[in-house]
């Protein structure tokens, strides 16, 4: 601990910004949701590719894909940068270096380590964007930690006795933990082709989500807490019910 008087020093901060497993500086600094322990994004990974725990206190992350319980923490990358002076400047050499040098035949090996840290992930999952016309806005929010879920309609009777909300095609998407309910409701209406004036209720556990909560508030306050919740995380939307 730093004494009384004195200017701080980096290594004051040493244990809260050097990873258990390399003892170096947290480089993309990734958390394991279920017990918030923090790694380099490549030690975690490459440590899940033989154990499903938590190497710092033993849980265990996920029975069979430990890889979709980690989350980037930009804020904590920031913070570290500008703690320790040149170690932005000496990353940024480092991935110059391996993008110039490796070979073009690492292509799909590329593909394949993007999956495994925090993947987009393709095929069954949906990005979450519209039809695909909007090409430049592509890359909006994928620096931010992103959160898989399940998006499932519950048939029950809603608006003037209306049923006309259906399944989606496809039901997952990955997208911003930051993600808030009123732009999953504006997802639904786009999907679904419903009118502007069509409110829908999303619930989680059976319980209405408010149009400001994010995903990450949904998942850590209400999805996480119910021990026999797998992952992804599933939501239910349905027509909205006027309890009058």
Same mark, same amino acid.
């Given at each position: 601990?730093?004494?009384?008087?004195?200017?701080?020093?980096?290594? *004051?901060?040493?244990?809260?910004?050097?990873?258990?497993?390399?003892?170096?500086?947290?480089?993309?600094?990734?958390?394991?949701?279920?017990?918030?322990?923090?790694?380099?994004?490549?030690?975690?990974?490459?440590?899940?590719?033989?154990?499903?725990?938590?190497?710092?206190?033993?849980?265990?992350?996920?029975?069979?894909?430990?890889?979709?319980?980690?989350?980037?923490?930009?804020?904590?990358?920031?913070?570290?940068?500008?703690?320790?002076?040149?170690?932005?400047?000496?990353?940024?050499?480092?991935?110059?270096?391996?993008?110039?040098?490796?070979?073009?035949?690492?292509?799909?090996?590329?593909?394949?380590?993007?999956?495994?840290?925090?993947?987009?992930?393709?095929?069954?999952? *949906?990005?979450?964007?519209?039809?695909? *016309?909007?090409?430049?806005?592509?890359?909006?929010?994928?620096?931010?930690?992103?959160?898989?879920?399940?998006? *499932?309609?519950?048939?029950?009777?809603?608006?003037?006795?209306?049923?006309?909300?259906?399944?989606?095609?496809?039901?997952?998407?990955?997208?911003?933990?930051?993600?808030?309910?009123?732009?999953?409701?504006?997802?639904?209406?786009?999907?679904l082709k419903l009118p502007s004036s069509y409110e829908l209720d999303v619930l989680c556990n059976g319980?209405?989500?408010?149009?400001?909560?994010?995903?990450?508030?949904?998942?850590?306050?209400?999805?996480?807490?119910?021990?026999?919740?797998?992952?992804?995380?599933?939501?239910?939307?349905?027509?909205?019910?006027?309890?009058?």
């Amino acid at each position: 601990m730093a004494a009384a008087g004195r200017k701080p020093l980096v290594k *004051d901060f040493n244990h809260f910004i050097t990873c258990y497993l390399c003892r170096g500086y947290l480089i993309k600094p990734t958390t394991v949701t279920e017990c918030l322990h923090t790694f380099c994004k490549s030690c975690i990974v490459q440590h899940f590719e033989d154990s499903n725990d938590c190497p710092r206190c033993g849980i265990q992350v996920h029975e069979t894909n430990p890889l979709e319980m980690l989350r980037l923490d930009n804020t904590l990358e920031e913070i570290i940068f500008k703690l320790v002076p040149g170690l932005r400047e000496k990353e940024q050499q480092e991935l110059d270096f391996w993008k110039k040098n490796q070979p073009r035949e690492n292509g799909q090996e590329n593909a394949r380590r993007q999956r495994i840290g925090l993947p987009d992930v393709r095929g069954d999952y *949906d990005d979450g964007g519209g039809d695909g *016309d909007d090409g430049g806005d592509e890359d909006c929010h994928r620096s931010d930690p992103q959160i898989a879920i399940c998006l *499932d309609c519950l048939r029950n009777t809603g608006q003037s006795g209306e049923t006309s909300v259906t399944d989606l095609m496809k039901r997952f998407i990955r997208c911003s933990s930051r993600v808030t309910v009123g732009t999953i409701k504006k997802f639904l209406s786009l999907k679904l082709k419903l009118p502007s004036s069509y409110e829908l209720d999303v619930l989680c556990n059976g319980e209405i989500m408010g149009r400001d909560h994010t995903l990450e508030f949904i998942y850590m306050t209400r999805w996480r807490l119910h021990g026999e919740n797998t992952y992804p995380m599933v939501l239910e939307y349905r027509p909205r019910i006027d309890f009058g």
